[in-house]
């Protein structure tokens, strides 16, 4: 008896792994970049530049980042150039294709204005948490007023009292 009550608590215990059926999955999510032959990534790769810059949909990528995601662009047509589709590369090649490709992904993902962001947090004065969402764009564009509001009441002269 013994036994089975150990494995009657193993069994309830366990993942359980249920079939998924395509009418419950998620939609999939269309990614930034995928590079297919060369004609299609130059398209992609003059989309993605500028959306980099300021007011575009990656408008407040870091310079870092944004080094990082150039730097890919270059790997990816160079092996594009290389050997004109994906279907005719070595197998290393496509391994480092995907690879560049994936790391713009997410580096663009990451910074993508659209990006909902949301917070499960207490205000202050109180104990009960909310929740509140707002776009990476939202939270970036406030982030900017602060830093531009700090060096506003930085660079104004301050009175003191009782002079």
Same mark, same amino acid.
């Given at each position: 008896m013994n036994r089975f009550a150990t494995l009657v608590a193993a069994l309830a215990l366990s993942p359980c792994i249920l079939?998924?059926?395509d009418a419950h999955a998620a939609p999939p999510v269309a990614k930034p970049l995928v590079a297919q032959s060369l004609d299609s990534f130059m398209q992609d790769q003059a989309r993605i530049r500028k959306d980099m810059q300021p007011g575009g949909q990656y408008g407040y990528i870091s310079n870092l980042e944004k080094n990082r995601v150039e730097a890919s662009l270059a790997q990816m047509q160079n092996l594009l150039t290389a050997n004109k589709s994906k279907a005719d590369m070595p197998e290393s090649d496509?391994?480092?294709?995907?690879n560049a490709q994936? %790391? @713009?992904n997410g580096i663009l993902e990451h910074n993508d204005n659209n990006r909902l962001v949301?917070?499960?947090?207490a205000p202050v004065g109180s104990h009960r948490p909310v929740t509140t969402c707002h776009t990476y764009? %939202? @939270?970036?564009a406030q982030r900017e007023r602060q830093v531009n509001d700090m060096r506003r009441m930085q660079a104004t002269p301050q009175h003191k009292a009782g002079g």
């Open positions: 079939p998924t059926s496509k391994v480092a294709l995907v994936e %790391e @713009i949301c917070e499960h947090v764009a %939202e @939270i970036m």
